[in-house]
């Protein structure tokens, strides 16, 4: 996995919870890197699933929830750090819809050993897409987690359903992204 996550990763333990819960969270789960990571190395998979892990066991918060949490936090980070000038889209359904065929493109040329998810798209109306997640990685709930996170961008008003999962066997996720207007 790309270092850039595992940056964002422990800035957002260390803004929400502190240097100390970060330093713990390295000595429970002691990873190969010890901690230490740079935005354009990868790193082992496990290093982030064995710290969230240990982060739902401390909290008492489900590892999917934490996941999603992360995934609204690194929104912003990415969105701001994006590969692609992505200043001339201005409504999250054309974001969401630039993902896989634009930015996802650019990342792939820019860190060729990256593995990022692929997405399908599904137009039923002009208020609700389907986007279908497929990866490996079976981070789902981190993609919903960023869509929350463009929604916020954006300043539009979405729900999102989760009607089929990898996690419950499906062989990709269907997320149904409602879209409910702009924020006041």
């Given amino acids: 996995m790309q270092g850039s996550i595992y940056t964002a990763f422990s800035d957002m333990i260390i803004e929400q919870m502190g240097m100390e819960q970060w330093n713990e969270l390295i000595e429970k ?3 190969p890197s010890q901690g230490i990571y740079t935005s354009g190395e990868q790193y082992l998979d496990s290093e982030l699933i064995n710290m969230v892990q240990a982060l739902s066991v401390k909290t008492g918060i489900d590892a999917e929830t ?3 949490k992360f995934g609204r936090y690194l929104f912003k ?3 701001d750090t ?4 992505i200043s001339k889209i201005d409504n999250l359904k054309s974001f969401l819809l630039a993902i896989d065929g ?3 493109v650019e990342v792939q040329r820019l860190h060729p050993k990256a593995y990022l998810p692929t997405f399908e798209y599904e137009t039923v109306d002009e208020n609700t897409l389907i986007m279908y997640y497929s990866s490996k990685r079976k981070l789902c709930h981190a993609s919903v987690g960023l869509i929350y996170g463009a929604a916020e961008q954006f300043n539009e008003i979405i729900t999102i359903e989760h009607p089929e999962c990898i996690h419950q066997g499906a062989t990709r996720c269907k997320l149904v992204i409602n879209f409910k207007g702009h924020n006041e």
């Fill in 29 to 31: 789960t002691d990873p």
């Fill in 66 to 68: 934490l996941v999603e």
């Fill in 77 to 79: 980070k990415l969105y």
């Fill in 82 to 85: 994006s590969p692609v000038d």
């Fill in 102 to 104: 634009l930015i996802h």
